[in-house]
């Protein structure tokens, strides 16, 4: 087995020689870390070593630290991942005809990034790994022999391959851990044990797969070597990681931030206040990043010069780059943007919650409320009246599996797609996919439940099929976009939108081969009166019981700043009056529109623009049904809304260069 120190961070040597390398970097380099010099030089208090404690001890019951034993299984894990990958790479290598004494001494090698590397995994989280192999072991073979191989194996559970992806992975569960483990392929004859990935010269004459794959690693190295201080680094992670998840803010894949993005941007806190500790840490960064002037990017070091022909965030170069709204910038070649799926409408989130997060750690500090205030989870449901709810149902759990993958790596562009609307301000996705009980136990209709709860047996597992022999979708999973209009009357018609939304998903779908009978997406206007139908009464208890932190007033406009609108926070409840009126053949009313993707088409009434006996029909509010129609609709929304934040708010952030 390979040495301990490779994927251990507790271990004492890696820490002690961590430690002596970051404290000669801090006393040589304590002015020019990072793009500029440090704003504050000053050591630790008294006070901050007490609140760095208590900070410490409020992280315990949210399971943020492993302990030894779990520790030591995610060791034994990757010992034996490794050793697969050892004996693949020799059998591989017998089999192009290598002479049985070099297949012996190519290698191949294992390296962890994410989390795991950076050393703030907490119980139960997944690794997230990097297989390196010489030149001759392709990309093919490793989808192909290596998978087949894995599917040998008794420890590994829930198999699947995405080959197809941005950043190709086999996803697995390998004796209770979940990994995430990518491919790359090193123009090299052989790999020794104690291989460093660092130097840029490897990624001469690799594909683009390769090197995304390789960056993954080298971006997590280079973070580590770039701070201070590694263990107030480690510390003030973890609780920002905690804070970002409690407040519905940690996804890269849905437009708000990754666990990289997060892990920089706490990193140059670290550079600026590299004598600080953790508590006082923590507190700076909702300083600095509350009143950082986006779209300015966040950078930990010069970008490098070393052209390889990769293209490299730069918007002196690429136009496209000078769109991205909060550009954190990777600080190893090829530099890249891990912000990119930032929306207008996830920045707005995002920087409410770091204006928030200031004002809950100024009391912190000043000892008017404990750290565990700051991680007090919002209370989503009660922040707008109007939501658009997304379900994802499917016959199987494996179908299910892939079904909402697919679906949630397309919900930001249908997020970008609402913003475009005039009428649309706010369009809040909660990142938190929500799994129903089965439908043959709720009479057919979705409830979510609580995330971790166990859901009621499944009494018929079975797939069945309808008297039309079409199969019957027994799972589901959905989605809550929270939306905020505009103060103005005028019906808003989604069904463009929507539509727009489900071919994408479907064309995708047939592209990967991954529609199977009784898949379908369903997208449905609900209000917040109307979430009892789809969220089951121990969450919705839940949600009342957890109270969000108290929102601090906008701070007002500063002199000479243009005048704007009146604007008011997410949070606010509005007085509005909103009514769905739809149409359809039969006449009769619904607020949802489907798509079922087995038929792969939509309904031949779906256009743009409402027609003229919707209009016309009738001019009072349809209301509701107890359990929304299942037709297929145009759904127009008639709205009168005293909501005002998004794009005037982007306007004010503009003239105020925020």
């Keep these: 087995m390979w040495p301990q120190s490779q994927y251990s961070h507790t271990n004492t040597h890696y820490q002690n020689n961590a430690t002596k390398t970051n404290e000669h970097q801090n006393q040589q380099n304590l002015k020019t870390l990072g793009m500029t010099s440090a704003i504050s030089m000053a050591g630790p208090k008294p006070i901050d070593i007490e609140k760095t404690n208590e900070l410490k001890e409020s992280l315990v019951p949210f399971g943020v630290f492993e302990s030894e034993a779990e520790m030591h299984h995610r060791m034994e894990v990757l010992g034996s991942l490794h050793r697969l990958v050892r004996q693949w790479i020799r059998d591989e290598s017998l089999r192009k005809n290598m002479p049985l004494s070099v297949a012996e001494t190519v290698g191949g090698n294992i390296y962890t990034f994410g989390s795991y590397r950076l050393g703030v995994h907490h119980r139960g989280a997944d690794i997230d790994a990097l297989c390196v192999a010489p030149r001759h072991i392709d990309r093919t073979d490793y989808f192909q022999s290596f998978y087949e191989l894995l599917k040998t194996q008794p420890q590994v559970k829930d198999l699947r391959a995405v080959e197809d992806a941005f950043v190709p992975v086999i996803k697995m569960n390998f004796d209770g851990i979940e990994i995430d483990l990518l491919f790359a392929r090193l123009a090299l004859k052989e790999i020794p044990d104690s291989f460093d990935l660092r130097d840029d010269m490897l990624l001469k004459n690799l594909d683009q797969k390769c090197v995304r794959s390789l960056n993954g690693c080298r971006v997590t190295d280079e973070i580590l070597r770039l701070v201070p201080n590694i263990n107030n680094f480690r510390l003030t992670l973890r609780a920002i990681k905690l804070w970002a998840k409690r407040h519905g803010i940690y996804s890269n894949t849905l437009g708000y931030l990754g666990g990289v993005s997060w892990a920089m941007l706490v990193a140059r806190t670290c550079q600026l206040y590299p004598n600080a500790l953790p508590a006082t840490l923590v507190h700076k960064f909702f300083l600095v990043f509350s009143q950082w002037k986006w779209p300015q990017p966040v950078l930990l070091k010069q970008p490098d010069t070393v052209n390889l022909g990769f293209p490299v965030w730069d918007p002196r170069v690429n136009v496209s780059d000078r769109f991205h709204l909060m550009p954190i910038i990777t600080p190893a070649y090829p530099q890249q943007n891990s912000t990119f799926n930032v929306s207008a409408s996830t920045r707005t989130v995002i920087m409410e919650e770091f204006r928030l997060g200031l004002a809950i750690t100024d009391e912190i500090m000043l000892g008017k409320c404990t750290w565990e205030r700051l991680f007090e989870a919002p209370n989503f449901f009660s922040r707008y009246k109007h939501f658009i709810v997304l379900l994802a149902s499917s016959a199987s759990p494996v179908d299910q599996l892939q079904w909402c993958g697919l679906i949630e790596s397309r919900?930001?562009?249908?997020?970008?797609?609402?913003?475009?609307?005039?009428?649309?301000?706010?369009?809040?996705?909660?990142?938190?996919?929500?799994?129903?009980?089965?439908?043959?136990?709720?009479?057919?209709?979705?409830?979510?439940?609580?995330?971790?709860?166990?859901?009621?047996?499944?009494?018929?597992?079975?797939?069945?099929?309808?008297?039309?022999?079409?199969?019957?979708?027994?799972?589901?999973?959905?989605?809550?976009?929270?939306?905020?209009?505009?103060?103005?009357?005028?019906?808003?018609?989604?069904?463009?939108?929507?539509?727009?939304?489900?071919?994408?998903?479907?064309?995708?779908?047939?592209?990967?081969?991954?529609?199977?009978?009784?898949?379908?997406?369903?997208?449905?206007?609900?209000?917040?009166?109307?979430?009892?139908?789809?969220?089951?009464?121990?969450?919705?208890?839940?949600?009342?019981?957890?109270?969000?932190?108290?929102?601090?007033?906008?701070?007002?406009?500063?002199?000479?700043?243009?005048?704007?609108?009146?604007?008011?926070?997410?949070?606010?409840?509005?007085?509005?009056?909103?009514?769905?009126?739809?149409?359809?053949?039969?006449?009769?009313?619904?607020?949802?529109?489907?798509?079922?993707?087995?038929?792969?088409?939509?309904?031949?009434?779906?256009?743009?623009?409402?027609?003229?006996?919707?209009?016309?029909?009738?001019?009072?509010?349809?209301?509701?049904?107890?359990?929304?129609?299942?037709?297929?609709?145009?759904?127009?929304?008639?709205?009168?809304?005293?909501?005002?934040?998004?794009?005037q708010r982007m306007d004010e952030m503009r003239s105020q260069n925020i």
């Design 411 to 647: 919900i930001r562009h249908l997020i970008t797609t609402l913003e475009r609307n005039q009428h649309i301000t706010i369009a809040h996705v909660n990142p938190e996919c929500y799994n129903s009980v089965p439908l043959n136990t709720n009479n057919g209709q979705p409830l979510a439940m609580p995330p971790g709860a166990l859901l009621p047996t499944d009494p018929a597992p079975e797939i069945k099929k309808n008297e039309l022999g079409e199969v019957i979708a027994n799972h589901c999973s959905m989605w809550f976009i929270g939306l905020v209009f505009e103060k103005t009357n005028v019906n808003v018609d989604l069904t463009y939108d929507i539509s727009s939304f489900t071919k994408a998903v479907h064309y995708q779908a047939e592209n990967t081969s991954m529609l199977r009978e009784g898949m379908s997406i369903e997208a449905r206007h609900v209000r917040r009166k109307q979430l009892h139908q789809y969220l089951s009464p121990s969450l919705l208890k839940r949600e009342r019981t957890v109270s969000g932190a108290k929102r601090r007033p906008a701070e007002p406009a500063p002199p000479g700043a243009a005048p704007s609108k009146r604007l008011r926070k997410i949070s606010d409840s509005s007085a509005d009056e909103v009514s769905v009126l739809s149409y359809n053949e039969d006449s009769n009313s619904s607020n949802m529109y489907e798509v079922n993707l087995q038929n792969g088409v939509a309904p031949a009434q779906q256009t743009a623009e409402p027609s003229e006996q919707a209009r016309n029909k009738t001019d009072k509010p349809i209301q509701p049904t107890e359990h929304p129609s299942t037709s297929n609709s145009i759904a127009f929304v008639e709205c009168s809304v005293d909501f005002c934040i998004g794009r």
